[in-house]
């Protein structure tokens, strides 16, 4: 029997009889719909929205006048046409980075699909790609506002999923992201445990600040990077995925969301299996939102239903953040 085939048998084995529960799972829009669509634009989310995503992801990065917009990465080039609108603008290090740029100046930017650094070339090669059509950053307050009117119009509640990213080196250029950020939020009534929003955080400082100092009740998740990772700053996450590490982050967060990695491992014959990451969080109460299901990067003999079942059935994770929100509600409806 060859290699491949013993696999996939082996995984349909262990598959076979899992009870996927009847608790609906909370799909996240990654960047919004952002499988087919430039990520973090607003045609995404409205894309995720239609969708039946449950929450859209914002990730959020302040300008050099102080306004928060939604933007993966702390600088431009990567999915902005900066380089070309700004060449001299770029630091030391090579990288245009928001923060010194004003938001007119970010308006007059044209995004566009990820390009790679190395290649010149889009990341995901048979995604939305480059053409005619224009798209924009846009701020907070904007994504929130339409997101909102969406949920009026159709009747639906989509949340958000909004991400501080790297707080200290806000803070380190002389701007209190975390502050502004609650300061957007409080505009549309989103301050309550209840209400519709979460915040994560790779950085575990700024939430508790968050919760504490600043008075935030709005459900939080934790970001798990790798150990050694650049979005480390000072957090030892191999601690955090710990037992202790757990019950550590559920003084301040409701959820984790940890990278599939974290969750799910092969062994020598490429069978998946759980880790223990999963256990110690639901021995301390916290929901499970692991990052990022891509149905055009999944492992070698591993489907996007086989790893929607492992995730949900073997691992028991609450919801899912993807790039493809509709084939996660599709395999739901369909499991």
Not at 6 to 29: D, F, K, Q, W
Not at 132 to 161: P, S
Not at 306 to 333: K, Y
Request: charged fraction near 25%; glycine fraction near 8%.
């Amino acid at each position: 029997m060859n290699y491949h085939l013993r696999t996939l048998m082996a995984i349909a084995s262990m598959l076979a009889g899992t009870n996927l529960g009847a608790a609906e799972p909370v799909i996240i829009a990654h960047r919004g719909a952002s499988g087919y669509l430039p990520e973090h634009t607003l045609a995404a989310k409205a894309l995720a929205h239609a969708q039946g995503a449950n929450m859209v992801e914002q990730d959020v990065v302040l300008t050099k006048d102080g306004v928060p917009i939604v933007l993966h990465d702390l600088y431009l080039e990567d999915t902005t046409d900066v380089e070309q609108k700004f060449p001299s603008r770029a630091r030391a290090d090579g990288h245009w980075y928001a923060i010194d740029f004003t938001l007119a100046e970010v308006r007059s930017l044209r995004a566009h699909e990820r390009i790679s650094a190395k290649t010149g070339k889009p990341v995901f090669a048979n995604r939305f790609g480059e053409g005619l059509a224009t798209f924009e950053i846009h701020t907070l307050d904007e994504e929130l506002d339409f997101i909102l009117r969406l949920n009026r119009q159709t009747g639906r509640e989509v949340g958000f999923y909004l991400e501080l990213k790297k707080p200290a080196f806000h803070m380190r250029e002389g701007q209190d992201i975390a502050k502004v950020v609650m300061e957007s939020l409080a505009r549309f009534g989103l301050t309550e445990a209840d209400s519709p929003c979460w915040i994560q955080c790779f950085e575990s400082a700024p939430l508790k600040r968050m919760r504490g100092e600043l008075g935030c009740r709005l459900r939080m998740a934790q970001l798990i990077g790798d150990p050694g990772s650049e979005d480390e700053d000072g957090d030892d996450y191999l601690h955090m995925m710990s037992e202790q590490g757990m019950a550590e982050v559920a003084s301040y967060a409701q959820a984790i969301s940890p990278s599939i990695l974290h969750i799910l491992a092969r062994d020598a014959y490429g069978v998946p299996y759980v880790l223990d990451l999963p256990y110690f969080a639901r021995q301390h109460r916290l929901q499970i939102y692991p990052y990022t299901l891509r149905r055009d990067t999944l492992p070698p003999g591993i489907s996007e239903g086989m790893l929607l079942t492992l995730l949900f059935g073997r691992a028991q994770v609450d919801g899912i953040i993807t790039d493809f929100p509709d084939s996660a509600r599709e395999w739901w409806q369909g499991r």
